[in-house]
């Protein structure tokens, strides 16, 4: 099984940049489907990116398009979000995880998601 942990959360000002990483422990973890998620307290785990097997395809978010970046390196077993122009509105807990059912069509529900790291917290002030 493969076990996910995310770092690069924080603080930050509207306007600024974070990046996040996903690092995957355990079995192979080039083969499938990457996503981020995020979510605030009494809403649902919402979509914000992912991206296939090979890096080939991105999907996002229509929130988030033009200001977010996801990219994986199957070599280093890591997934990066890359945000720019954040906004106050962006603000939730962000997960990475892994659609052990998919390599290359991306799903934006949650429920295809198999695997789930932790998540880090992701404050923008404004």
């Known amino acids: 099984q493969v076990q996910l942990v995310e770092s690069g959360g924080g603080l930050v000002q509207a306007g600024g940049s974070l990046r996040l990483s996903c690092a995957a422990s355990?079995?192979?973890?080039?083969?499938?489907?990457m996503g981020w998620f995020r979510q605030v307290p009494g809403k649902e785990r919402e979509f914000v990116a992912a991206i296939s097997w090979n890096g080939g395809i991105t999907v996002y978010a229509d929130s988030v398009k033009g200001r977010f970046t996801i990219s994986r390196d199957n070599a280093k077993r890591t997934v990066a979000l890359q945000m720019n122009s954040l906004k106050p509105e962006d603000t939730a807990v962000y997960f990475c995880?892994?659609?052990?059912?998919?390599?290359?069509?991306?799903?934006?529900?949650?429920?295809?998601?198999?695997?789930w790291g932790q998540g880090t917290q992701v404050t923008v002030s404004s």
């Open positions: 995880a892994e659609d052990q059912n998919r390599r290359t069509a991306v799903e934006k529900s949650s429920y295809e998601y198999d695997v």
């Open positions: 355990g079995r192979t973890f080039s083969n499938y489907v």
